[in-house]
């Protein structure tokens, strides 16, 4: 009894050992110095280097020194500004390089010195107001406070310019995304998906009061654009600060406070090889709902959704919800399909093949256990997941995501080996056509650096076409029609967690019967010289793949693959997404961190002498 009691002090000990090391500023009453020198100031626009309405000012520093800075607009003091050396300069037309999260204010008392500097900070100006901002300057000789520090100030008054739009003042808050094109192509209304974080009183009706605008970065123009808000979760358990049983207090701020977060959807346009800045709007009580149209339109009953926009229709199977049929919208007469084997989808796995149980595919679900789905204007999505048919040793899904006025979607596949299993078979990313339908495929050869397009109509039944595993991308055409259908694999990942993947001679191939078909073999001895020896696959096991699967019309004139080869290089780049928001007052100012076992930060008496 005593062991454990002493066991559990031990553990709490350890739990709740923290590091607090509070901001320095207005710590101690310092010396008031002569006034601050501040040779500009002005509100700016969001650009990529400082995406939000803000104040910039340049200071001079009457000597080099370590310092601390607070800045308050019409007496309201910020909660945190930027502090940029005139040698830390960057591009503006790019996204910031450095940030100090207030975690970095809390736990590190910074030792660097400070002569000329640019102070920037938040304000959500209105155009031709005036603003009084205030900005002081502690001057130190160490890190930490004394009594002998300094302090310089100074106020100026700063009009907003005038005649500009900004966004209706009702809306309170924003955060900032920004997105980099780096691929060389200009994007055109292309759907991009972010997670964003919220405080509940802010979050109320995040579906109903979120707008995306772009910012022109010329004329600093606002553009609303569609947007789509979805996933949205709640954690609203604060956390409990109440003293222990001896009358402790346990800590000093909380560890966490509750949270909505949300996942937001939006169109954006963005020019080859530039940064544009993108803000989201939330937190007005009297939003109405905003309902945007586009060329992405979603009917029927799930798991069987039709699924349509401006290039192609898609059927997905009423039983399994997997892709059914895909239809190019400029050749209604000649749908790519497959309905001869089984359950008859195009898409038929993940899959595995443990005998004397029969072969098991996700598309022989009827239906899966879980089927969501989500219709909007920016993303359309199917989500199915289920045990594999007469095998609970294995868990898979399946999910779909559509997109307007694009010839692709994507397709996400996941299987999970919950108990080991010894099979003959253990594949992904399988798409099965109707062979009449097929003339020809064609796919990228990283050993002979070349395109291979082959006969697939006249090659012998049951003769498999081997390629590398990681083929960027994969194409079954029908050259009379010419249209085709592809794939462009975007990721493919396997792992474990008990135990590593064992993969037999792992590879993709295409093999033709009554149909034609591509997949991908991990370990497939059902193909090998020695067809009946079994592999296991084993507990733990993970197999993911993403691929985007494409209709097009061939290019009779030029490269007849070009369009997969301008969408591969457009989807294996996607933007890069960048967040920036502002501090709110409601985080501390002092960091706490929980370890497991008792022991030094590293942080203590850190003198940096800068």
């Given amino acids: 009894m005593k062991k454990s009691k002493l066991l559990r002090s031990i553990i709490s000990f350890a739990f709740f050992f923290t590091i607090v090391i509070p901001l320095t500023l207005n710590a101690q009453k310092p010396k008031e110095g002569k006034e601050l020198k501040i040779a500009k100031i002005e509100l700016g626009y969001p650009c990529p280097g400082i995406p939000f309405y803000h104040f910039k000012a340049d200071i001079e520093l009457p000597e080099s020194s370590i310092i601390e800075v607070e800045a308050a607009v019409d007496g309201n003091v910020l909660r945190a500004t930027d502090l940029r050396r005139e040698s830390d300069s960057e591009d503006m037309n790019r996204p910031p390089l450095s940030e100090r999260p207030p975690s970095g204010y809390s736990l590190s008392q910074d030792g660097t010195h400070y002569k000329n500097l640019s102070v920037v900070g938040w304000v959500k100006w209105q155009p031709g107001q005036e603003y009084n901002i205030r900005i002081s300057v502690r001057m130190k000789k160490t890190v930490r406070a004394a009594n002998d520090d300094v302090w310089i100030s100074s106020v100026k008054k700063v009009t907003a310019p005038k005649d500009v739009a900004v966004f209706d003042k009702n809306w309170k808050s924003y955060k900032a995304v920004i997105l980099s094109e780096t691929a060389g192509i200009s994007r055109t209304k292309e759907a991009v998906e972010i997670l964003l974080a919220f405080y509940p009183d802010e979050a109320q009706q995040l579906v109903r009061d979120i707008r995306v605008v772009a910012v022109d970065p010329k004329t600093h123009e606002l553009t609303e654009v569609a947007s789509q808000v979805y996933d949205v979760q709640e954690d609203l358990i604060e956390d409990d600060?109440?003293?222990?049983?001896?009358?402790?207090?346990?800590?000093?701020?909380?560890?966490?406070?509750?949270?909505?977060?949300?996942?937001?959807?939006?169109?954006?346009?963005?020019?080859?090889?530039?940064?544009?800045?993108?803000?989201?709007?939330?937190?007005?009580?009297?939003?109405?709902?905003?309902?945007?149209?586009?060329?992405?339109?979603?009917?029927?009953?799930a798991p069987g959704l039709q699924i349509e926009n401006s290039v192609f229709s898609v059927d997905l199977h009423s039983n399994s919800g997997h892709l059914d049929q895909i239809t190019l919208n400029s050749k209604p007469d000649d749908p790519f399909f497959h309905r001869l084997e089984t359950n008859g989808a195009m898409h038929w796995n993940p899959d595995i093949y443990v005998p004397p149980r029969p072969w098991s595919h996700t598309a022989d679900w009827k239906p899966p256990r879980s089927v969501k789905t989500l219709a909007g204007p920016v993303i359309s999505k199917s989500e199915l997941w289920d045990n594999l048919r007469g095998l609970p040793e294995v868990d898979a899904s399946v999910s779909y995501e559509f997109f307007p006025g694009v010839p692709y979607f994507i397709s996400s596949t996941c299987m999970r080996i919950n108990e080991t299993v010894n099979c003959l078979a253990l594949r992904n990313a399988e798409m099965v056509f109707k062979r009449?339908?097929?003339?020809?495929?064609?796919?990228?050869?990283?050993?002979?650096?070349?395109?291979?397009?082959?006969?697939?109509?006249?090659?012998?039944?049951?003769?498999?076409?081997?390629?590398?595993?990681?083929?960027?991308?994969?194409?079954?055409?029908?050259?009379?029609?010419?249209?085709?259908?592809?794939?462009?694999?975007?990721?493919?990942?396997?792992?474990?967690?008990?135990?590593?993947?064992?993969?037999?001679?792992?590879?993709?191939?295409?093999?033709?019967?009554?149909?034609?078909?591509?997949?991908?073999?991990?370990?497939?001895?059902?193909?090998?010289?020695?067809?009946?020896?079994?592999?296991?696959?084993?507990?733990?096991?993970?197999?993911?793949?993403?691929?985007?699967?494409?209709?097009?019309?061939?290019?009779?004139?030029?490269?007849?693959?070009?369009?997969?080869?301008?969408?591969?290089?457009?989807?294996?780049?996607?933007?890069?997404?960048?967040?920036?928001?502002?501090?709110?007052?409601?985080?501390?100012?002092?960091?706490?961190?929980?370890?497991?076992?008792?022991?030094?930060?590293?942080?203590?008496?850190?003198?940096?002498?800068?």
């Fill in 241 to 301: 600060l109440a003293p222990d049983k001896s009358g402790n207090p346990t800590r000093k701020v909380p560890l966490w406070l509750p949270t909505v977060s949300a996942r937001v959807a939006f169109l954006a346009d963005v020019p080859a090889k530039t940064s544009q800045v993108f803000l989201v709007y939330y937190n007005n009580a009297e939003a109405k709902v905003k309902t945007y149209k586009t060329d992405l339109h979603v009917q029927g009953e």
């Fill in 436 to 610: 009449e339908l097929i003339t020809n495929a064609a796919w990228y050869d990283a050993v002979r650096d070349t395109t291979i397009v082959y006969d697939v109509a006249n090659m012998p039944d049951l003769t498999d076409l081997k390629m590398a595993a990681d083929v960027p991308w994969i194409t079954f055409f029908n050259k009379e029609k010419g249209i085709g259908f592809a794939g462009i694999q975007l990721n493919y990942a396997n792992t474990g967690i008990e135990s590593s993947p064992r993969l037999l001679n792992p590879f993709f191939y295409i093999t033709a019967g009554p149909w034609v078909y591509w997949a991908r073999g991990l370990s497939h001895t059902f193909l090998s010289s020695n067809m009946q020896q079994v592999v296991p696959a084993l507990k733990g096991n993970v197999f993911y793949e993403k691929w985007a699967y494409m209709v097009y019309e061939l290019d009779k004139n030029n490269n007849p693959f070009a369009p997969i080869l301008k969408w591969q290089k457009l989807l294996t780049h996607p933007l890069k997404i960048q967040m920036v928001e502002e501090v709110d007052n409601r985080v501390s100012k002092t960091l706490q961190e929980v370890f497991m076992d008792k022991g030094k930060s590293g942080w203590e008496g850190r003198d940096t002498h800068k």
